[in-house]
């Protein structure tokens, strides 16, 4: 059985999530999607620091996501007094990190999750959000870069990759829960 295999659940689970749906409608409320990009900056912030310093990113040309979400961010977030919330699963994602820091197999499970996602599936989400998308695009050959990660992955990651999947349905269930009239966009 492949890590795929082991995963293919908590991935579907994932994207069933009405936020998902939402946001694949291509009629995500900017500021709802802003959100969004605030905690996965917080994310890959810490997963490409420490992943980077153990040497996980080292033959991954292109892998890294925080500046690019950054831009994203900053180019849809229009209340430049106040930072978005950040959610209870990214704070347990952020803590969890601190505790898988020396792990590089559990880094290359997260890397293999988020990263990938964006290589694939986000590759059909960035033509339906708001914004330019800058986390979907990437410099180098993604073909290889996919490989390149496929090549570093190995079945005893399945847990780690479990544990992403989780959380970010969980940060998918959680801005759905928050003041939601708030971010829907007008119906035509």
């Not at 420490?50 to 961010?73: H, M, S, W, Y």
């Not at 347990?92 to 792990?103: F, N």
């Not at 005893?156 to 928050?178: G, Q, S, Y």
Request: negative net charge.
């Amino acid at each position: 059985m492949s890590l795929k295999d082991l995963t293919w659940e908590h991935h579907k689970d994932a994207e069933r999530q009405e936020f998902v749906k939402v946001m694949m409608s291509g009629k995500i409320n900017p500021e709802l999607y802003a959100t969004y990009l605030w905690n996965q900056h917080k994310k890959y912030d810490l997963l490409e620091a420490i992943a980077g310093a153990n040497g996980v990113l080292d033959d991954l040309p292109g892998i890294r996501r925080k500046q690019e979400i950054e831009k994203d961010f900053f180019e849809l977030w229009t209340d430049k007094d106040k930072e978005p919330t950040i959610l209870p699963s990214t704070e347990k994602y952020i803590d969890h990190m601190r505790g898988i820091m020396a792990d590089p197999d559990a880094l290359m499970a997260h890397i293999y999750t988020l990263h990938m996602g964006d290589l694939s599936g986000g590759q059909m989400i960035k033509k339906r959000i708001p914004g330019t998308g800058h986390m979907y695009n990437f410099s180098t050959d993604t073909t290889e870069l996919k490989e390149a990660i496929r090549s570093k992955i190995n079945d005893e990651m399945a847990d780690e990759a479990r544990f992403c999947f989780e959380t970010a349905t969980n940060l998918f269930k959680e801005l759905m829960e928050l003041d939601i009239e708030r971010y829907m966009e007008p119906a035509n």
